[in-house]
């Protein structure tokens, strides 16, 4: 037998006719700005050519595991490992898999959750560290470090900034230096309103005069500027911030000087879907009644585009900063809470 008559012809001319069908295909779907129909019946190659529309967008919705239509889902950490008292860093004492674990020992940015919201990657939530990443892991010299943040913020990924009305609302605003501070000068947002509530006057005081920046630099270098001081809030952007010395609650309350907080933002402030509202809560415990009347207002998921919450609760690792008082509340709850409101569509971080 000679070699030639291994291949039979008809396997030759299939070939061409593959190749020929290829070359055209590429042509139009290269060459061309028309929509073409669909030509699965000439090559089965035709998929590969026309499959990848989505992935060059960068925008590709990844399929997530069907676990991440449930509570479960965003609940993503093993809750028998909270149980134990406190946990434990010294690589002496604990085992070695855990002492292993670069989420765990160095890394100060957390590992993503494993459910994504509203379509985003978050961070896992880390209660084993008190959903205090930067300062247990001692990268932190105080709680107010939340660079170990930056990295999920929402607007990192969708524009905020580019719609009329961008609020802040700081509940539990604390020293202005704190929050307020913070989220001026690393939230990737120009906040056209701030509003400020802390019950206490002496804690919270907007500085009475903006901040001069033209004059605040040592002259040894005419070219680079040599700062005296950090810069503080200029005036025009002072007037933007509005303080209220009332207690943040779930209803009004005239006695206490409490602010529904719901209403306020639905009725004086008049927030609505197309605004980006940023929310910071640190409310000594009055978090846990709005938080689940939010999580049953669809209205509010739809306005709150961002939350920060510090969610108050008791457990032993907590008992130093006199958190014994939110018992029985436990650090599962607080959990569960974070991980409900995921579930009910709120780009929610635990804060600090
Ligand atoms: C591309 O995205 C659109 C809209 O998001 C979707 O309907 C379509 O099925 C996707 N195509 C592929 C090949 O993934
Ligand atoms: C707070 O305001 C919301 C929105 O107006 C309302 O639905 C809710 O009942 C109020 N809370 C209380 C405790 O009345």
């Not at 700081?170 to 230096?177: E, V």
Request: glycine letters at 4%; hydrophobic letters at 40%; a negative charge.
């Amino acid at each position: 037998m000679g070699s030639v008559s291994l291949v039979h012809p008809w396997i030759l001319y299939f070939c061409i006719a593959f190749l020929t069908c290829y070359v055209v295909l590429d042509l139009i779907a290269n060459h061309s700005d028309l929509e073409f129909p669909d030509l699965l019946s000439c090559s089965s190659s035709s998929s590969v050519l026309l499959g990848n529309s989505n992935a060059s967008g960068g925008n590709a919705v990844v399929d997530e595991p069907a676990v991440c239509r449930t509570l479960e889902g965003h609940l993503d950490i093993d809750l028998a490992s909270l149980r134990q008292k406190h946990v434990d860093l010294n690589p002496q004492t604990v085992p070695s898999r855990q002492a292993e674990d670069p989420w765990r020992q160095m890394k100060w940015v957390g590992p993503a959750a494993t459910c994504r919201v509203r379509g985003h990657l978050i961070e896992r939530l880390d209660p084993a560290l008190n959903f205090r990443r930067g300062f247990s892991l001692r990268f932190a010299s105080d709680v107010e470090d939340k660079t170990h943040l930056l990295p999920w913020l929402l607007p990192s990924r969708v524009n905020l900034n580019n719609r009329r009305r961008r609020v802040y609302l700081d509940l539990g605003a604390n020293a202005f230096s704190t929050s307020i501070t913070w989220f001026l000068r690393m939230y990737p947002v120009d906040f056209t309103e701030m509003h400020a509530f802390e019950v206490d006057t002496h804690l919270l005081r907007k500085p009475e005069a903006g901040f001069n920046e033209g004059s605040n630099y040592a002259p040894p270098n005419q070219w680079s500027k040599m700062l005296k001081e950090t810069a503080g809030v200029p005036s025009w952007m002072l007037s933007r911030i509005r303080v209220y010395n009332q207690f943040v609650s779930d209803g009004d309350d005239a006695l206490q000087n409490a602010v529904n907080i719901t209403r306020f933002m639905k009725e004086e402030l008049s927030l609505k879907p197309e605004d980006t509202v940023v929310v910071k809560m640190d409310i000594e415990g009055s978090e846990w009644p709005i938080l689940r009347r939010w999580m049953q207002d669809p209205d509010m998921s739809s306005i709150v585009d961002e939350l920060f919450v510090e969610v108050h609760y008791d457990h032993p690792s907590m008992r130093g900063y006199h958190w014994a008082r939110f018992s029985p509340t436990t650090r599962e709850q607080a959990l569960t809470l974070l991980a409900d409101l995921r579930f009910h569509g709120f780009f929610v971080h635990a804060w600090p």
